[in-house]
């Protein structure tokens, strides 16, 4: 008895040496341009630290290319909430790309930003080639130029500044305004 069961834990040991010495896979290889995973239709809904809904965001496609740990995302749309629960700015452009936790996102290709007054009705509306955007603070930032328009005019500047939870937004460097005399 006392032979079957050393014979046991030696044969045991051995099986356990031979698994622990098999070579594992290599991991894969990828280049900048390889997708690991693709998503249509995406959707995420992103929450600030206290549990309420910051932002949604969604677009076409969501892409998660693995060297690099980046996404990017197809006709991608998002809305900024204001603590109250409310929609303040909605975001739209060509594409997106983010750093794997959604924390920062680079909106590009004729982005449009349009700030949310009512349920149907826009105040602001922001035009710019590039957006960045930082979701966990709600700050979103351009120095590619931007124009701007609303009901009673429009203008230019060289960047823009936007707080999206306080519904504020700073143009900078040669800003013009045109509105139209009341009439």
């Excluded at 249509?40 to 496609?61: C, E, H, K, M, V």
């Amino acid at each position: 008895m006392a032979v079957s069961l050393v014979l046991s834990g030696a044969i045991a040991t051995t099986l356990w040496l031979q698994d622990a010495a098999e070579p594992t896979a290599p991991a894969p290889s990828y280049s900048e341009q390889d997708t690991d995973y693709r998503i249509l239709q995406f959707q995420a809904r992103i929450y600030d630290p206290q549990g309420r809904l910051s932002q949604t965001l969604n677009g076409d496609s969501l892409a998660h290319y693995p060297l690099g740990q980046r996404y990017r995302i197809e006709a991608p749309s998002g809305r900024s909430y204001g603590v109250d629960g409310r929609a303040r700015w909605h975001i739209q452009s060509s594409t997106a790309t983010a750093k794997d936790d959604l924390t920062q996102l680079l909106w590009q290709g004729d982005v449009v930003v349009q700030q949310v007054v009512a349920e149907n009705q826009s105040g602001w509306t922001l035009n710019t080639p590039e957006l960045q955007q930082k979701t966990e603070e709600q700050v979103a930032y351009s120095d590619a130029g931007v124009t701007l328009e609303n009901g009673l005019g429009n203008g230019t500047a060289e960047t823009l500044t936007l707080k999206m939870r306080q519904q504020q937004f700073t143009l900078e460097g040669r800003v013009e305004n045109h509105y139209d005399a009341a009439q």
